[in-house]
C-alpha cells in the first residue's frame, strides 16, 4: 500500500525527524487560508500515488497566498497518470542549501533492508543510479542488530563534511529505520533531504510503501489508506479478500492463484483475445468470494465472456462451484460463462455445477480458446 | 531419498487442528506421507482423528516422535513464530504453507534458518510431493505421475496446471516443488536445481517462473554454469501491465527488472527451453528427455 | 543496584503485568489506613535490600487493619541482616491456588541472559536448585533474536498444564523480559507466579537488580535508590565517584583499582592489621576524588593509619600526590599516613609529595608493613 | 608475534583525541608501538600531534591506513558502538580500555565480535605489552622486562604491582595480559592461556584472579587437561566481606561461587601453585622456571 506524502510526513515526525510543517486541502479556499497560515510564501503539491508529480505539473511554487490559491486550482482536478488529483499538500518554502537522497528499502536479493544514501538529492533515485552511481552508498542492515550507531554515524559523515550536519543526518537515518520499521515499510523515501541556510538537516518530501501483509497489526497505518484514489471495484474486492485489477479488455478471467491468473491472461491473449481484469480469488476460499468476484465482473460494461480457470489445491472446487451457482441465482449474468475446474474436490465440484446446468471443461487451452471465442 | 522428502520423511503438522491444516493432513496421510504428530497449543494430550498424538510445542512432537519435517498452516500472524519455533527445534526441513506472511518477519527468520542449517520452503507455497511416495503441502496428489521430471516453480496453482498437462501426456515427475512467490522466501529455483541435478531420478527439470525480482534470471545463470540435466521453462505475466500489482508481493515490475520479457530472454541465453504457453512445456520436455 | 520490592512491583506494573494493589508506609498510622483501604486482610512486608526477610520475621500476615498496626509496630524499626527496617509494603491476601518462580538473569559463563522457570514457587531460587534441580528449566536467550514467542510459550505451557494459565504465563514471561531489558537489569524475579482461585496469574513477590553501569541512561530508575538504606559515607563516595565500603578495622586502604584494592587488604590482613574499608578510586583520578577519599576516611574513628597504595597507569601518580597534599591542607589528619606510589609520572608524584613533607615508598610490602605498624 | 600483537601490530586508537586517549597514544608511541591512525567523529583530516592521521570512521581509518589492531579510549556511553565499529572494520584485535560499559551492551557486542571472529581484550582492562616490543593500552612500560614470563590477570593495577615485583627480581616477561574484570569479557583466561601455552617465548605463566564468577576455576581446569607449562596463580579478595560488592561488577560472591577460597582450591588441586602474597608469585615463578 503506498501512502501520501503529508501522511508519510507525518511518520516521520512522529519518529522524531524535523519535517516543515505543511496542512493538506481539498479546496483552493483551503490552500489560500493555509498559505496565509504558513507565511504566503509557500509550495502546493499534488497528493498522489505516482511518479513524477514534479514534470507533470503537480507542484508549484507560490509567493503569496493568492498565487498559492491559483496554483491549487491549476492542481487540483487536474490528472496525473490517469489518477485525479483531490489533495494538496501547502508547505512553506524552505532556503535550500543542499539536497541528498535517503531511502531504505527491502533488498530481496539480500534478504534484508538496506540503507541508500546519495549526496545527489532532488531527482529521481533511479536517475542518479544510472548517470552517478558511484555517488550512491548503500548499507545493509543485518536483522539481527539492526542499524549500529556507528553505521548510521558513518553514513552521516558521507553525506556531509560539516560534522553537526553529519550528526543530524545519522539521527535521521536512526529515526528513519525505526519508522519503517514500526509501520511495517518495504519503501522510505527522503528526498530530498536538505540542509537549510541555518544548517538544520530536515525531511522535504517522504514516501512510503507499506507492506499490505503487515496491516492486520497497524491499523492506524491502514487508516492512511486513500480509498479516493482506487478504483471502487478495486476496493471491494480487498474488503472480499480478492486480488482484482481492472483491465480494459473483454473477457473476465476469474481464476484461484496469481500466477495462474496471469498464465490464463497470457493465454487470453494468445487465443486473440483481450482479458477484462487480473482476479485472484486466493487459496481457501468460501463460496463468498466466488459471488463477489462475479459481482465484480458484471459490473464492467466492456465484458462479453466470462472465464472460471480454478485448479483445485486449497481452494476445493465444490467451493467454488457452490459460489459460482450461487452467484448466478443472485446476479443476472448475461454473457456467457465458461468453466474449467479441476484438482480438490473436482467430482464433488463438477456435479454441482451440472446440476445447475453449467458446464465444465478440464482443458486449460480449451477452455480459454472456448471464452474467447465466446466473447467474439 | 527424493528431493528434500522421502520414505523416512516423519512429518509434524503446526496448526493440525485448524480448518486447512486438517482437511491437509487427511490428505497426506491418504497419500501415504507418515504423519508422525501435530502441534495445537493447548491442545497436547489430544489426537487427532484418534491416531495422531498433538502436543503444545514442537520441541515436544519432535522429541516424541522423532518427526524430521515440519509442515506449517497456521495464521499468517502466527506464522514468523510457528517457523521459528520449528528451526529451533532440529527438523531438517520446513514447509510453510501460511501467505500473507508480513515481509519484515520474515528478514529475522531467514536470518535465523539460514544460522540454523534448516532447509526453509516457502512461505506462501504448496509444498512439494515425490509422486508416488510422499508429499508435504497442499499440491494435489491425484494429478502427480512417478517418473522423472523435476518441477520446480514459485507459483502455487500454475505448477498444478503444469503437472497435470504432464501427467496427461504420459510425462512422470520425480518431485515437483513450489518454492513460494513472496518476496522473501527460504528455498529458491538455485537450491532446487541444484537438488534435481544430484538426484539420480530426475532426468529433466521444468522451471516455472513468474514477473517480479531476479530469481529466474540468477536461476539461468546457474543452469548454463553448472548443470549438465536439460532444463526447460515457462514464465507467467508476459500481459501484466507494468507497475501492478497481481496478487503476489513479489510480482511487481521495478522499473527494468523482472518482465516476463527479460526472463524469457535470459532463459533463452542460457540454454533454457522457453514455452510459451504452459502446454508447450511437455513438447519441450519429451524433447529434452529425448535428447538426455 | 538493588531495588526495592515496592519499587519492582511498580516497574512490572508499567510493563503491562498483572500485580496486586499494595501501599509503602513508613508509620503505623500510614499501614492501619493502607490496610483499611486495601479491605483489611492484607500482608505486611518489609521493604529491605536483603534476602530471608520471612525467616527474620520480616513479613507478617493480618486479618484486618489492627492486626496489620500491630504488625507494622513490630516490623518497622526492626533490624535484619544490619539493616533497618524504614518501609513497609502493605498488600492485600491472595487466594493462592499454586505458586511458580521465575527469575532473569545475566548468566556469565553462556554471555547472555537466561530466563529460568520452576513449579516450585515461594521458596529460594537455592533451595530449588538443590533440592529439587530437576524442576528448574532455563532457558539462555539469544541476544540477536530477543525472546521468542514459541519461546515464552513453550516456558508457560511446561509451568501449567491449564492452558489459559499457560498463556498468561507466557505474556508475563515477555513482558518480564522487556521490563529487565528496559532498566538494564541484571536479575529480574517473580517468587511467587500464583495462580489465584479466579484462575489469573500474578507476580506477588518481585526483586529487580540493575546494572550500576546503565543507570546514567536511567534517570528514572536512579531515582529509585533508596539512600536511607545506604551508609552515607557510601553514598557520598558513589557521587565523588569512589568505590568505597566500610569494614570494622583500623588500617584505612586508599588504593587505585578494585583488584589491587582487595590485595591491599589481604595483605594488611597478612601483616597483622585489619582493614578499615575497601577504598578504589579508580582510573583517570583527579585531585579531587583524594580529598573526598582522605575526608571519608578521616571521618572514621576507628582508623589509626591511612594507607595510600597507587601504582599508576591511566591514573597518575602526579594527580593523586596533588590530592593528598589538597586534602591534608583542607582536612586536619591526626593518624599517620603511609605513601605507596609508583607508576606513570611517578617521578613527578614523588617530587610534589617531597616538597610537602611526605616520604613515598615503592614497595607494597614495605609500605603495608609500616602502615599497620604504624596503626599499633 | 608476540600474544595478539607484536612488530606488525598497526594500531588505530578509537577517541585519540580525548584525555586519556591521547596521553596514552604518546606513551604507546614512545614505547614503539605502531599508532597508524585515529578516530574521532568530526575530526577526521585533522592530524594527531601533527603526525597521526584521524578519521572520522574506523572503516576509513583501515582502509587508508592498514591498521589491524584497535584500541578505544571512548566514554562508557559510548563504548559498545566503538566495538562494533572496530569488528565490523575487520581488524584483527580490539582492546577496549574503557569502564563502566553497560552489560546489557556487553551481551549483544560479545555476539557480534566472536561471530566476525575478531579477538576483543577487556572491555574495563588495561590492555596488554610485549615487553621491548609494543604496547597497546595503558599498562606502563616502564614496569616490563623483556622475557619468558607470561602475565595473565583480570585485574588492572594489581597487575602492574605483579609485574613490577617480576621485573625488579629480575624476571621479565614475554607478554602481559589484562583480561579486565567486569562480568563479561571477551578474551578470558583460557583463549589467554591457551596462547602462552603455543607461543614459543613464554616458559611459564602467572595467573592473577580475583573473587567473583568461575573463570578461575574454568581456567584451572583448563591447565591441568591441556597445558604443558608450568602455572601459578595468586586470588584477590581473600579478606573481602561475602555479599558486597567490591568495586568490579565481577567481583561479587554469589551463593557458594566465586570465594577466593574456592578459587584458590581449584588452582591447588589443578597444580597450579598458588601464591599468599603477590610477592610470593616471585618464588613461584623462580621455581616454575628452575623445573622446566
Known sequence: MNIHEYQARQILRDHGISVPPGEVATSTDEVLEAAKRLGGEVVVKAQVHVGGRGKAGGVKLARNAEEAREAADLILGMEIKGIEVRKVLVAPIEDIVSEAYLGIVLDRPNQADTIMVSAEGGVDIEEVASTMPDSIRKLVIDPRYGLLNHQAASLGHYLYDEVGAARQAASVIAKL???????????????????????????IDAKMTIDDNALFRLPDIEACRDLDTENSSEVRAREAELSYIHLDGDVACCVNGA?????????????????????????????????????????????????????????????????????????????????????????????ILKKNGFEALVDMDEAVKTAVARGR | MGVFIGPETRLVVQGITGRDGSFHTREMIDYGTKVVAGVTPGKGGQRFDDDVPVFNTVDEAVKETGANTSVIYVPASFAADAIFEAAESEVDLIVCITEGVPVGDMVRVLSYVSERGVRLLGPNCPG????????????????????????????????????????????????????????LIGTD????????????????????????????????????????????????????????????????????????LEKMRAFQENGIGVAERPADLVGLIQEALSRS
Do not use: W
Open chain 2, 128 to 183: 512439494l510431493i515425490v509422486p508416488g511416495c510422499c508429499k508435504v503441502g497442499i499440491l494435489p496428489g491425484q494429478i502427480v505421475l512417478d517418473g522423472n521430471v523435476g518441477v520446480v516453480s514459485r507459483s502455487g496453482t500454475l505448477t498444478y496446471e503444469v503437472i497435470f498437462q504432464l501427467t496427461r501426456a504420459g510425462i512422470g515427475q520425480s518431485a515437483c516443488v513450489g518454492i513460494g512467490g513472496d518476496p
Open chain 1, 259 to 351: 500466477g495462474l491468473a496471469m498464465a490464463t491472461m497470457d493465454l487470453v491473449k494468445f487465443y486473440g483475445g483481450e482479458p477484462a481484469n487480473f482476479l485472484d480469488i486466493g487459496g481457501s476460499s468460501n463460496p463468498d468470494k466466488v459471488v463477489c468476484a462475479l459481482e465484480l465482473i458484471s459490473e464492467d460494461p466492456k465484458v462479453r465472456s466470462i472465464l472460471f480457470n480454478i485448479f483445485g489445491g486449497i481452494t476445493r472446487c465444490d467451493d467454488v462451484a457452490n459460489g459460482i451457482v450461487e452467484a448466478t441465482k443472485r446476479i443476472d449474468i448475461e454473457v456467457p460463462i465458461t468453466i474449467r475446474l479441476t484438482g480438490t474436490n473436482e467430482d464433488i465440484g463438477v456435479e
Open chain 1, 177 to 203: 529505520y525505526s519508522a519503517y520499521r514500526a509501520v511495517g515499510a518495504t519503501l522510505a523515501e527522503i528526498n530530498p533531504l536538505i540542509v537549510n541556510d541555518r544548517g538544520e538537516v530536515k525531511a
Open chain 2, 189 to 260: 529455483f538455485v537450491d532446487c536445481l541444484t537438488a534435481f541435478e544430484e538426484d539420480s531420478e530426475t532426468a529433466a527439470i521444468a522451471m516455472i517462473g513468474e514477473i517480479g525480482g531476479t530469481d529466474e534470471q540468477v536461476a539461468a545463470e546457474f543452469v548454463s554454469a553448472k548443470m549438465n540435466k536439460p532444463v526447460v521453462g515457462f514464465i507467467a505475466g508476459q500481459t501484466a501491465p507494468p507497475g501492478r500489482r497481481m496478487g503476489h508481493a513479489g510480482a511487481i515490475i521495478s522499473g527494468s527488472e523482472g518482465t516476463a
